[in-house]
């Protein structure tokens, strides 16, 4: 997360929700999420970062448009309602968190329907908690301290995809705005998913 500096980039959209587990069976004909029983307003999890380009190709060759995953400092400013400093998605305290994420403390043990607690700023919902989301950069543990102040897009290879947001099985901490985690691009958990961004003009 450190050290702290100072990121411009280019417009983009993001998408409102997390994608769905009945988005992911338009697009791809199955459902490969842990917890089906959640239903189809329930975000998708259990997807690797492999499998979520699998899914944005197909995606875009049926809407002939250019979707992909966001970047991590796309990521970020969404999350923190463009750049307002907020501690969470949707809430600047501790004691707003409940109101804004699912996390272990309230969720039950499980990932909850997207749209359900109140959105950040920007009307984007689920940013903390409920389910990891899968960025489209490398993970570069050191990557902040000479990272290019516009449009960075992470390190140029490495071995780990960046996750952001915690999930509905992680602490609050996990939920912070400017919490980063990594995991291999081939692994599939039933906490993370994904949400997509699209190029302004489309």
Not at 44 to 54: K, P
Not at 70 to 86: H, V
């Amino acid at each position: 997360e450190k050290p702290v500096h100072e990121v411009c980039i280019n417009d983009f959209y993001l998408g409102k929700y997390e994608i769905t587990q009945g988005q992911w069976q338009t697009v791809m004909g199955n459902n490969p999420s842990h917890f089906r029983d959640c239903g189809d307003k329930c975000p998708v999890e259990n997807v690797s970062w492999n499998d979520t380009q699998e899914f944005i190709r197909r995606l875009n060759d049926k809407t002939r448009k250019s979707y992909r995953l966001p970047t991590e400092a796309e990521w970020e400013y969404a999350a923190k309602s463009g750049g307002w400093q907020e501690k969470y998605a949707g809430a600047g305290r501790d004691d707003e968190l409940d109101s804004s994420a699912w996390y272990i403390d309230n969720s039950d043990g499980r990932p909850h329907p997207v749209g359900q607690k109140k959105h950040n700023i920007l009307g984007i919902y689920d940013m903390s908690g409920n389910v990891w989301e899968w960025c489209n950069d490398w993970y570069g543990e050191k990557y902040y301290n000479d990272s290019p102040r516009n449009n960075p897009g992470g390190p140029s290879s490495g071995s780990d995809r960046v996750i952001r947001g915690g999930s509905w099985s992680y602490d609050a901490a996990h939920a912070r705005a400017a919490n980063r985690f990594r995991i291999f691009p081939v692994i599939r958990f039933f906490d993370v998913g994904f949400r997509l961004a699209l190029p302004p003009g489309q």
